[in-house]
């Protein structure tokens, strides 16, 4: 039975974060997605609420294509065999989650005519969907922008002072870029010319303008085979975080939680319940659903009772419980789960590394040690 269905652009539209026309997002050279009248249902929707418009080949994504995840994030390039090729533009919808976790309303831009507000743009090159460039190109909510390398999703030095200054984005040329209203603005963003220097209003009905062909994909047509496992993946992540923390909670915020841990690193529920911790949930989950999900996590018992360990037997009650909860955390993260490991293979020379520590603290835990 086929896990993937096709959708119509209206469906699209009502599934996505904002019901906005994210397919609309332009590529890095400016090339957009339309399509001819005749196709009544040209969306590719996965079983995760993962979405695609573009190009097929072989049953594939080829060519010029937009990919929407049901986190809220879109990508917008060119594929051969299923694989990103090349630069691709990056957004965070405005109302997804991904997008307001990160969000300081005084530093963002609003669109004149609708008021919502801008959404962050990355425009490079990916490796394992992660961001990889030698030279990309950011535009934060606010319109400011900067040029410079990233690495695994992170850029490379202090991207305030060391990444190359652009000229900051104005709300009109940042709306003609990103505007996901009904008769859309497609505008395009090279990284060789910023900020955008044109705009064409299209219908979603009109013909495909690129020099690239939308093939008819036929029935066969699913997810890529290299990305089956991710697939499978977030729809075991998913229904096991549903388990958890309530059955009747919001399907769509259920996928994004799947769609995040994955994105994150924790492909796997064992993997999740072995290696996470709060801290690495904590600014994305709800906290009430953060309270739901500690009991089940083996990282999160061992930091749990190393803290009470440190808190009662060695540093005693006057250290304050926070202060005792991160050192606990970055024992574990030194290696240390258990006490036992602690007492063992901790010596006073290690103590004395450990520059996340109060100097008064480091001659406490030093001491216990000593006599263990």
């Known amino acids: 039975m086929s896990t993937s269905q096709w959708i119509t652009l ?7 974060f904002g019901k906005v026309a994210w397919w609309n997002l332009p590529t890095p050279d400016g090339e957009h997605i339309t399509i001819s009248s005749e196709q009544q249902q040209p969306v590719w929707k996965g079983v995760t609420g993962t979405m695609y418009l573009g190009g097929w080949k072989s049953g594939k994504w080829d060519g010029p294509g937009v990919f929407y995840f049901p986190d809220g994030c879109v990508l917008s390039g060119h594929w051969e065999e299923g ?4 630069k691709a533009m990056h957004v965070l919808l405005p109302e997804s989650p991904c997008w307001m ?11 004149a005519t609708t008021q919502r507000p801008l959404p962050f743009v990355y425009i490079g090159c990916y490796t394992h969907f992660r961001m990889n460039d030698d030279d990309a190109i950011v535009i934060l909510k606010d319109g400011t922008a900067r040029r410079g390398p990233w690495q695994d999703n992170r850029p490379v030095g202090n991207w305030w002072k ?35 220097a044109m705009s064409t209003c299209v219908s979603d009905q009109s013909i495909l303008t690129s020099s690239s ?24 992540i998913g229904q096991w975080v549903t388990q958890l923390l309530s059955p009747d909670a919001n399907p769509h915020e259920m996928q994004y939680y799947a ?9 796997s529920v064992t993997w999740i319940q072995q290696h996470c911790s709060t801290a690495d949930v904590r600014s994305w989950m709800k906290k009430a659903h953060v309270r739901r999900l500690v009991p089940h996590l083996v990282s999160e018992q061992r930091v749990h009772t190393i803290a009470l360990w440190l808190h009662k037997i060695v540093l ?5 419980e ?27 020379d290690d103590v004395q590394t450990f520059d996340w520590m109060k100097t008064f603290h480091k001659r406490r835990l030093t001491a216990h040690l000593e006599h263990c």
Request: net charge negative.
């Open 10 to 16: 209206q469906d699209a539209r009502d599934a996505s």
């Open 83 to 86: 694989r990103l090729l090349g």
């Open 101 to 111: 976790e990160n969000h300081w309303p005084r530093s963002c831009l609003l669109d």
């Open 162 to 196: 060391d990444h190359a200054t652009i000229e900051d984005i104005s709300w009109e040329q940042m709306s003609q870029l990103l505007s996901f209203a009904e008769e859309p603005i497609v505008s395009s963003l090279s990284p060789d010319a910023c900020p955008p």
């Open 213 to 236: 062909t939308i093939l008819k994909p036929d029935d066969s047509s699913s997810w890529p085979e290299e990305w089956e496992g991710q697939r499978d993946a977030e729809r075991e």
């Open 259 to 267: 769609s995040r841990f994955y994105h994150d690193g924790f492909h």
């Open 316 to 320: 005693g009650s006057n250290a304050h």
């Open 322 to 348: 926070w202060e005792v909860y991160e050192y606990a955390m970055q024992l574990v993260d030194e290696g240390l789960l258990c006490i036992g490991d602690i007492r063992e293979f901790c010596t006073p």
